[in-house]
């Protein structure tokens, strides 16, 4: 199945990586990468690097905010394009996080993610996707999509960003 886990509000990764526990639960070989996050930087990481060891790939450059950083962010994703088109011979389950973000920063391009797609259904696999922006297209082509919309931000009444909630 294609999973996508988008939306403004908060809780993508985290489904995502409850979608990854529950999956290794059950006896599943499961890989996670990560867009855009640099490594160590987010709680969540530390577990699934112990959880998953080689399966675990987080080596981004950080959120794009500037075009010159375009070629080095790029060269990064690539390098998590390679990484998750080689998970995918082996794994049951392959999570990518902030794949949308990238998408959308053409940092992964449109016939990269489709040939991921492409391989997950030939392998009869499951590809979790997650971030803000999903496309129409991605939308029609997964089989389950969840939208996580905010109500109430506590940044947007000046509390920074807290430790173990969003990072």
Request: glycine share 8%.
């Amino acid at each position: 199945m294609i999973l996508i886990n988008t939306g403004n509000g908060k809780g993508k990764t985290t489904a995502s990586v409850g979608l990854a526990i529950r999956a290794i639960g059950q006896g599943f070989v499961v890989a996670f990468g990560q867009f855009m996050k640099r490594p160590d930087q987010a709680g969540e990481q530390e577990v699934l690097h112990t959880l998953l060891g080689a399966r675990f790939h987080a080596k981004g450059k950080g959120f794009l905010t500037r075009e010159e950083q375009f070629p080095s962010h790029r060269a990064v994703s690539e390098e998590l394009i390679a990484w998750a088109m080689e998970q995918m011979q082996d794994v049951d389950m392959l999570v990518l996080d902030e794949a949308l973000y990238a998408l959308q920063s053409k940092l992964l391009q449109e016939d990269e993610l489709r040939n991921l797609i492409a391989l997950s259904r030939q392998r009869d696999n499951h590809l979790v996707l997650s971030g803000r922006g999903c496309p129409d297209w991605l939308r029609d082509e997964a089989d389950l999509v969840t939208e996580m919309t905010e109500i109430k931000h506590p940044y947007k009444a000046g509390i920074p960003a807290q430790k173990g909630i969003e990072f």
